[in-house]
């Protein structure tokens, strides 16, 4: 079955960097594309980022040019490298892919950006 299981989450300074991975099984990685999303207390969850199974990549506006999505194959991961952190980004971040037309969700991993 698929399952998506996030780290790397944790307390950061504003200013400072993060590195997220979510490893990828149950599926044929290469073969499907890959979302970050985040969701604050009291907000929507928002779509942040995806990678295509081509590696074409699309980002919202509140973090592009700051977070970087990328996903090594041979090790069915995806990372979302998170720079210029922002107390604003602090959220609960999930990975999620669409499979046979179907969401999933990992468990996600709380980002904390507080000085």
């Known amino acids: 079955q698929v399952q998506l299981v996030e780290s790397g989450g944790g307390l950061v300074q504003p200013g400072g960097s993060l590195r997220l991975s979510c490893a990828a099984s149950?599926?044929?990685?290469?073969?499907?594309?890959m979302r970050w999303y985040r969701q604050a207390p009291g907000k929507e969850r928002e779509l942040l980022a995806s990678?295509?199974?081509?590696?074409?990549?699309n980002y919202a506006d509140s973090v592009k040019g700051r977070f970087t999505i990328s996903r090594d194959i041979a090790k069915n991961l995806v990372y979302l490298q998170m720079n210029s952190l922002k107390p604003e980004d602090t959220a609960i971040y999930y990975c999620?892919?669409?499979?046979?037309?179907?969401?999933?969700w990992g468990q996600g991993t709380q980002v904390t950006v507080s000085s």
């Open positions: 990678i295509t199974s081509g590696d074409s990549t």
């Open positions: 149950g599926f044929t990685f290469s073969s499907y594309a």
């Open positions: 999620n892919t669409i499979y046979r037309s179907r969401n999933y």
